[in-house]
């Protein structure tokens, strides 16, 4: 897969998440349909971070809450400081294929990032929004989309 599409109303879901759950890390998983070389969000599945300290991490168990594959692990990152990226320790303890990061420093979504699990290392992989005309854009800034 080189690409996770999150039409828009699967992206609305996702932001009002991570807003609610703000100053708390929030996170859970997207599930997915295979599409060509695409991953497809269909939903949204929330779930309960049970980290000791949910402002500055993001911890649950995979278990039934999850839904079957494809699916995508996401999470957000709330601090300014943490990276719009793949943390060490999410690089170590994110049990999935696919993750995707919310950068929302102010319970805002400010950036999606997608990876890819490889035999060694993650790898970015594009994250876009798919037009009526499947025509794939990324997906853009809140702040900085003029219309």
């Given at each position: 897969m080189r690409t996770l599409v999150v039409p828009e109303r699967v992206r609305?879901?996702?932001?009002?998440h991570v807003a609610d759950r703000h100053p708390e890390e929030a996170g859970g998983y997207l599930r997915c349909e295979r599409r060509g070389d695409a991953l497809v969000a269909t939903e949204v599945v929330p779930v309960e971070n049970d980290a000791d300290d949910p402002e500055r991490r993001f911890e649950t168990t995979v278990d039934e809450r999850?839904?079957?594959l494809p699916r995508v692990f996401y999470h957000s990152h709330t601090l300014p400081s943490a990276p719009a990226s793949l943390t060490e320790t999410d690089r170590?303890?994110?049990?999935?294929?696919?993750?995707?990061v919310?950068?929302?420093?102010d319970g805002e979504v400010f950036t999606f990032r997608a990876f890819k699990r490889?035999?060694?290392r993650w790898h970015a992989i594009a994250v876009t929004d798919r037009s009526e005309t499947n025509v794939e854009t990324p997906i853009p800034h809140p702040r900085t989309d003029p219309h």
């Open positions: 609305a879901a996702l932001e009002r999850a839904p079957g170590k303890r994110i049990p999935e294929q696919y993750a995707l919310l950068f929302a420093p490889g035999l060694v």
